[in-house]
């Protein structure tokens, strides 16, 4: 399902001896500094705007704080069971304490464990406080950067739940391309589930399409079968890109009598999983749809990281190297290597922060120039002089402006990319025999290894909270949510406020500026 881009718009903002040019979405009001206007030579500070759904606010009025912050606890507030029915809590049957029950004779709750979240637990989406819209990687609400408190709701099991375990049906499924670590968010899923009491899981098989293809049946789920699953890659229930209508999933979910539906995607199967939320609201129902953002490349809003992307990383550290030694071992050598990564370069900055030895990075939100003076292909010149050998790291994204574009699109409704790796080989070669300088370029393109490989032990353990939160939310009633990580905390966050554009790398950030110090490469303009 493709989501909506926001308009853009321009305009200026006073305040004081300011005067501040930003550009953005027509709703938002969260301001981020992206350096200066270039293009006018001028003091002028270019601030980019960073959030799209709240009204624009007037920081002449005194109380714009409160207006912001109610706005904000409105978006983030979490859609729950109560919301469109009537529905009664009861005693949790989650406890690591004992196997004994949890209520005393007289029906009342034990105190003696606290290992529950209440539910006004916050934790604080943003911790910074930045004293200019100037500082490395400022996200500003007002340009005079004021701090204002943001709370997200604790993730977590609640003492009350909303649902009859013996009761439930529980399904599981997974969309859109493979990830490490999806097989073990399956695996603590049921186990959780086991852990309320739940029976009857079930397993959806290849997305979306598991729905409404009448040879794809479920697959009973249990620790038995889900025990060892987290010790291969892939996904033991399949995957596919697109999906059904959105009304036919919800007439399935009835069908097959569904309470609970975990939902492991990216941006677009969040979106999806929001649509059938929604469905299922507006028939009142009483089922819970929980996400479980799924993305190597990263590029999901709010979240401190996703699952997948630290294996993706060190998955990459084998082609880099391979890449280097190629180039190291050549008269003028020059490794290229193409990592993953649609519009977003996480995987390309942190591979190439990380392995330490690549002199050139480049990716989507970067614009850069292959010839001229200041260009890609300049830069290669004086590291073949300097040092005989060379290091490019591309994300996939990058440079699409130099490419053919299509206008096809996937079963997802992504935009099919043309090859930069290809292009860039093809130019690197080209300029070198021009220029009458030998070169030998070795082109290494891992795409599809990185996401196919086992979860390492940092994504397997981010996985094993993820999957038990999305369990906890389940029960404590919560629907149309997802859960993550922010600022070091589990949180659950409403999913419209993670799909509304794709996160992207901050050329204003200081990892982006940590890159560039690594690499020592110039600016490409």
Not at 225 to 244: D, H, K, M, P, T
Not at 397 to 415: F, H, I, V
Request: with cysteine.
């Amino acid at each position: 399902m493709a989501l909506a881009q926001p308009m853009d718009y321009a305009g200026s903002i006073s305040s004081g001896q300011k005067h501040l040019r930003y550009f953005g979405v027509h709703t938002s009001s969260r301001l981020q500094c992206v350096g200066h206007d270039r293009k006018s030579r001028t003091n002028q500070l270019v601030v980019r705007a960073v959030s799209a759904d709240h009204p624009q606010l007037d920081f002449s009025n005194p109380n714009w704080k409160k207006q912001f912050q109610e706005d904000f606890d409105k978006r983030f507030s979490l859609p729950h069971l109560r919301d469109v029915i009537d529905v009664e809590p009861r005693p949790t049957t989650f406890s690591l304490k004992s196997r004994t029950p949890l209520e005393n004779v007289n029906g009342s709750m034990q105190e003696s464990w606290n290992g529950y979240v209440n539910d006004d637990d916050r934790a604080l989406l943003k911790v910074l406080k930045f004293a200019s819209p100037t500082s490395a990687g400022a996200v500003c609400i007002d340009p005079d950067c004021s701090w204002v408190e943001q709370w997200v709701h604790r993730a977590g099991p609640r003492k009350q739940i909303y649902f009859e375990p013996q009761y439930v049906k529980a399904g599981i499924v997974t969309c859109g391309g493979l990830c490490p670590g999806l097989n073990d968010v399956i695996r603590q899923i049921v186990l959780t589930l086991e852990k309320y009491g739940v029976k009857n899981i079930v397993g959806i098989q290849h997305g979306f399409r598991g729905f409404f293809e009448d040879h794809l049946s479920e697959v009973p789920l249990s620790r038995h079968v889900v025990q060892n699953i987290n010790l291969a890659g892939g996904s033991f229930l399949g995957v596919s890109r697109g999906g059904a209508n959105v009304s036919d999933i919800v007439d399935s979910i009835q069908a097959r009598r569904l309470d609970m539906l975990f939902v492991l995607g990216g941006n677009g199967t969040h979106a999806g999983a929001n649509a059938i939320h929604e469905e299922c609201r507006k028939r009142k129902l009483q089922v819970s749809i929980v996400g479980v953002p799924k993305t190597i490349d990263n590029d999901i809003l709010l979240m401190d990281k996703t699952f997948g992307f630290d294996t993706a990383v060190e998955a990459a550290q084998r082609a880099i190297n391979s890449a280097y030694i190629e180039a190291h071992s050549a008269f003028h050598g020059i490794g290229l290597v193409k990592l993953m990564g649609r519009s977003s370069g996480f995987i390309t900055m942190h591979a190439s922060l990380s392995s330490g030895q690549v002199d050139i990075c480049l990716i989507p939100e970067v614009p850069f120039t292959l010839d001229g003076p200041n260009g890609v292909l300049r830069h290669l010149e004086h590291l073949i002089e300097t040092k005989g050998f060379a290091l490019v790291c591309v994300a996939e994204g990058a440079g699409q402006e130099y490419l053919q574009k299509s206008n096809a699109t996937d079963a997802s409704g992504n935009m099919v990319l043309g090859d930069i790796g290809v292009h860039l080989q093809h130019k690197i070669k080209s300029h070198f025999k021009n220029i009458g300088v030998h070169s030998d370029v070795k082109y290494i393109d891992p795409t599809y290894m990185l996401r196919a490989v086992r979860a390492n032990a940092s994504d397997a353990i981010l996985c094993t909270v993820l999957g038990q939160n999305a369990v906890h939310g389940a029960f404590a009633g919560f629907s149309g949510i997802t859960t993550g990580v922010c600022n070091t905390h589990n949180v659950y966050l409403p999913i419209p406020e993670v799909i509304k554009t794709t996160r992207f790398v901050d050329p204003n950030s200081r990892m982006w500026h940590r890159c560039l110090t690594s690499t020592g490469q110039p600016d490409f303009h």
